[in-house]
């Protein structure tokens, strides 16, 4: 088992299986803000709130990071289990 850290919205994104480019069209932000805010970095908190309404979640729920293990989601991918941990 091997945990990577990594910031919940990105998370989020893997587990829906949404791009930074669909994200950013249901947003109405462009890739490079969502990209900002995937990686952690400092952005306004109406983005934080236009990530979360398009993800139909809270804001808590994309900022911070959390610990990921790539490779059980991998396996159950391909077990067909679907969305993640």
């Known amino acids: 088992m091997a945990l990577t850290r990594i910031h919940k919205l990105h998370l989020l ?3 829906r299986g949404i791009t930074v ?3 950013a069209y249901l947003t109405g932000l462009t890739p490079t803000t969502i ?3 995937r990686n952690g970095r400092n952005v ?3 983005t934080i709130h236009r990530c979360a309404n398009a993800l139909k979640c809270k804001p808590i729920d994309i900022i ?3 610990m990921f293990d790539f490779d059980e989601y991998d ?3 391909a077990e067909g289990k679907g969305g993640g941990q």
């Open 75 to 77: 396996r159950q991918m």
């Open 13 to 15: 994104m893997i587990q």
């Open 35 to 37: 990209s900002y805010v």
């Open 64 to 66: 911070g990071y959390t």
């Open 21 to 23: 480019k669909r994200l």
């Open 44 to 46: 306004h908190m109406s």
